[in-house]
């Protein structure tokens, strides 16, 4: 196990420092403080949709999660989809949590407890943000993808921070998932907490992922389908850990993603219109030879 994180670690931080070009340069517009914990602030990065001050509206919620094996990471590593998500229309928001190496905390256990706390801050403060908490969306990469996918899972009470109000849901109405790291202690591990009445899912992998096998991912949808939920995954030929990342402006797999994710929450009812992804200039889209459906 510790073997597999340091390697999860070691990739990202080389990815990071590989993607240098910036998809979306955009920073967050605001931030929100949504808990106090040890004596530290934990901020909500927000990027907000161009109409969020003229218009008397509640807007779709969309709430990003990191990756980085729970030891390491940044928040920033997804403001190129809250950029995106934030001209769909959406409040976008990355979230800052607690992390093994900087906070000195258990992990993923704390991380989790800071997922909900996030949630439940978006939704106890929703006429403020002017949030619409029945179509708040979660997303995750690697380490992150475990987090939101247990936000939709796990409901055990050891998992909620003692500060939170029980009475407000931590449940997303939807989740996407990109190569989520599911490979940590199995009380915290999503796929063993599948049960019908979930929110959709829409799951992402590279065949040529080390951290994580096809036929993880195959199991973990096929077992949400047979419980009764709606699921889609989608298995990008030559794709690594972290492929769908848009710190590279040049990474196909990012707008393949993003215009799948677009689709799905249309079908879902959280979106509604045409996709605004546009591939840029010398960026060759994906075809569909180039990745499977299940």
Same mark, same amino acid.
């Given at each position: 196990?510790?073997?597999?994180?340091? /390697?999860?670690?070691?990739?990202?931080?080389?990815?990071?420092?590989?993607? !240098?070009?910036?998809?979306?340069?955009? +920073?967050?517009?605001?931030?929100?403080?949504?808990?106090?914990?040890?004596?530290?602030?934990?901020?909500?990065?927000? /990027?907000?949709?161009?109409?969020?001050?003229? +218009?008397?509206?509640?807007?779709?919620?969309?709430?990003?999660?990191?990756?980085?094996?729970? $030891?390491?990471?940044?928040?920033?590593?997804?403001?190129?989809?809250?950029?995106?998500?934030?001209?769909?229309?959406?409040?976008?928001?990355?979230?800052?949590?607690?992390?093994?190496?900087?906070?000195?905390?258990?992990?993923? +256990?704390?991380?989790?407890?800071? %997922?909900?706390?996030?949630?439940?801050? $978006?939704?106890?403060? &929703? $006429?403020?943000?002017? !949030?619409?908490?029945?179509?708040?969306?979660?997303?995750?990469?690697?380490?992150?993808?475990?987090?939101? %996918?247990?936000?939709?899972?796990?409901?055990?009470?050891?998992?909620?921070?003692?500060?939170?109000?029980?009475?407000?849901?931590?449940?997303?109405?939807?989740?996407?998932?990109?190569?989520?790291? #599911?490979?940590?202690?199995?009380?915290?591990?999503?796929?063993?907490?599948?049960?019908?009445? +979930?929110?959709?899912?829409?799951? #992402?992998?590279?065949?040529?992922?080390? &951290?994580?096998?096809?036929?993880?991912?195959?199991?973990?949808?096929? &077992?949400?389908?047979?419980?009764?939920?709606?699921?889609?995954?989608?298995?990008?030929?030559?794709?690594?850990?972290?492929?769908?990342?848009?710190?590279?402006?040049?990474?196909?797999? /990012?707008?393949?993603?993003?215009?799948?994710?677009?689709?799905?929450?249309?079908?879902?009812?959280?979106?509604?219109?045409?996709?605004?992804?546009?591939?840029?200039?010398?960026?060759?889209?994906?075809?569909?030879?180039?990745?499977?459906?299940?």
């Amino acid at each position: 196990m510790k073997k597999i994180c340091l /390697f999860m670690w070691f990739t990202c931080c080389m990815y990071t420092a590989v993607l !240098a070009k910036q998809s979306d340069s955009r +920073l967050p517009d605001t931030t929100w403080v949504y808990k106090q914990v040890d004596g530290k602030e934990l901020q909500m990065f927000v /990027f907000l949709p161009d109409d969020y001050y003229r +218009l008397k509206k509640e807007f779709p919620v969309m709430v990003f999660f990191h990756g980085g094996s729970w $030891v390491e990471g940044e928040a920033s590593w997804q403001f190129p989809d809250c950029a995106y998500w934030s001209r769909r229309g959406m409040i976008a928001i990355s979230v800052d949590y607690r992390l093994k190496e900087r906070d000195h905390v258990e992990v993923p +256990l704390e991380c989790l407890k800071d %997922a909900k706390s996030a949630i439940r801050f $978006v939704r106890k403060n &929703a $006429v403020m943000l002017k !949030a619409d908490t029945q179509k708040i969306v979660v997303g995750g990469d690697s380490a992150g993808g475990q987090l939101a %996918a247990a936000l939709a899972t796990i409901m055990a009470k050891e998992t909620n921070d003692s500060s939170d109000d029980l009475s407000i849901s931590c449940r997303p109405d939807a989740v996407i998932l990109t190569n989520p790291y #599911f490979k940590c202690v199995s009380y915290l591990s999503p796929p063993g907490y599948i049960v019908g009445g +979930l929110p959709p899912f829409i799951t #992402f992998l590279g065949d040529d992922d080390v &951290a994580i096998t096809v036929d993880e991912m195959k199991a973990f949808s096929s &077992a949400l389908k047979k419980a009764g939920n709606y699921a889609e995954l989608y298995i990008g030929k030559g794709g690594k850990h972290g492929f769908c990342n848009g710190r590279d402006s040049s990474n196909p797999y /990012f707008y393949w993603s993003a215009e799948l994710e677009d689709n799905f929450l249309v079908k879902q009812g959280i979106l509604t219109g045409p996709s605004l992804v546009k591939i840029p200039a010398g960026v060759v889209a994906l075809t569909r030879s180039q990745y499977d459906v299940y």
